[in-house]
């Protein structure tokens, strides 16, 4: 077992004192969820839970619903509650709505970024960079949302919102995809770094799609993991309405006809430069 790996497994088994009320219980379970303490797909046994944290059983179901709610728990008749999996169809939906908000944002924040702004920006990528030599994913993945929050800080309190609230269930897939190496650590930080240069530049417009290439690439490694044969189709589908240009009616005609003559990638998805 590796180092990491005995890290994860002290932090799943360490017993949390002090959570005296559902909310308390709830946020304790979504950080252990988001944090990596188990497996997609883990069905959860309340008694081991409520063992472990040292609570009743009641709360314990109130703040598993409210993860329910919250799209992190499955909830099947007669089963116990499961961790979010790797399914593709959640995975491709979710992802597309990452790219759609987070391009969005970041094309009305990215003009408007201060001094202040950038040098924030500058920290959280070397954040990043310190993290990934040592591993960590912990800090990595903070630096990462601290890079992209301050991206779209100047978007707008509702806008922020559904941005945080899509990115919640992101960060899950986001820790399997770093974690287990599908990436290397140096593409990820080549991506920040473009992003960072159009953010310099108050260049929204490449900015955001910068940043929906970044999210769309991710995503596609872990579907191709998860199930290989699949088409991104959602995905691709949002890179589309951000990085391509409007086409008069009979050229988009003639780029339709000439898609549905390109056979499916099978095994091997297109490449981002492709979409």
């Not at 990491?4 to 002290?10: A, G, L, T, V």
């Not at 063992?51 to 314990?60: A, E, H, I, S």
């Not at 949302?145 to 509702?158: I, K, S």
């Not at 699949?230 to 988009?252: D, K």
Request: hydrophobic share 40%; with cysteine; aromatic share 4%.
């Amino acid at each position: 077992m590796s180092q990491r790996d005995n890290r994860e497994k002290r932090k799943q088994l360490k017993i949390v004192r002090g959570l005296n009320t559902v909310g308390q219980i709830h946020d304790e379970l979504r950080k252990m969820i988001l944090g990596g303490n188990f497996q997609p797909g883990t069905r959860l046994s309340q008694i081991r839970l409520a063992r472990t944290l040292r609570v009743g059983r009641t709360p314990l179901r109130e703040a598993l619903r409210m993860l329910q709610q919250e799209g992190l728990i499955v909830a099947e008749h007669n089963k116990r509650p499961r961790l979010l999996s790797f399914d593709p169809e959640v995975i491709d939906a979710n992802s597309a709505e990452v790219i759609l908000l987070f391009s969005l944002a970041t094309k009305l924040s990215v003009p408007k970024l201060t001094d202040e702004n950038l040098t924030a920006i500058r920290n959280s990528l070397k954040d990043m960079r310190q993290a990934a030599q040592k591993e960590d994913l912990d800090a990595w993945v903070k630096a990462d949302l601290a890079f992209h929050t301050v991206t779209f800080v100047h978007a707008g309190a509702p806008l922020e919102q559904r941005l945080k609230r899509v990115n919640d269930e992101n960060q899950f897939y986001l820790r399997f995809l770093v974690s287990r190496e599908n990436v290397p650590w140096s593409k990820v930080e080549e991506d920040h770094q473009a992003i960072l240069d159009a953010c310099i530049a108050r260049n929204g417009g490449l900015a955001s799609k910068l940043v929906a290439r970044h999210v769309a690439g991710g995503a596609i490694t872990i579907l191709a993991h998860a199930m290989p044969e699949r088409e991104p189709r959602m995905i691709r589908a949002a890179m589309r309405l951000i990085v391509q240009q409007p086409q008069p009616p009979a050229t988009r005609e003639r780029a339709e006809k000439s898609n549905d003559d390109v056979p499916r990638m099978g095994k091997r998805h297109a490449p981002m430069d492709q979409l």
